[in-house]
């Protein structure tokens, strides 16, 4: 398994941007399919991005399309989610997700795919 931390959430007005980051442990980093997902008070944790161990491959649910970026660099064993136009609706703890996949031929968007998790992020957009 892979231990991972996020940092980078904080309180922004709508329209603003954040960056969170995501540090793993571990020397297999390029191994893994790496994810963003949230949870918003009162409700399940949900899908936000991920990306596969390249970068070549990336997901996003609709929501988020064309305002967040996930990237990652495996030579420093880091994941980032770039968040831009923030709505209030994007309030929640984020918590960076992983999946191992020792054929680098896989791809999954699905929370129950991804075995390790951080302890999660708060992020706060007031209107």
């Known amino acids: 398994q892979v231990q991972l931390v996020e940092s980078g959430g904080g309180l922004v007005q709508a329209g603003g941007s954040l960056r969170l980051s995501c540090a793993a442990s571990?020397?297999?980093?390029?191994?893994?399919?790496m994810g963003w997902f949230r949870q918003a008070p009162g409700k399940e944790r949900e899908f936000v991005a991920a990306?596969?161990?390249?970068?070549?491959?990336?997901g996003y649910t609709d929501s988020v399309k064309g305002r967040f970026t996930i990237s990652r660099d495996n030579a420093k064993n880091m994941v980032y989610l770039e968040m831009n136009s923030l709505k209030p609706e994007d309030t929640g703890i984020y918590y960076c997700?992983?999946?191992?996949?020792?054929?680098?031929?896989?791809?999954?968007?699905?929370?129950?795919?991804?075995?390790?998790w951080g302890q999660g992020t708060q992020v706060t957009v007031s209107a």
């Open positions: 571990g020397r297999t980093f390029s191994s893994f399919i």
């Open positions: 990306i596969n161990w390249s970068g070549s491959i990336t």
């Open positions: 997700g992983a999946r191992r996949d020792d054929t680098r031929l896989f791809f999954t968007t699905k929370e129950q795919e991804f075995a390790s």
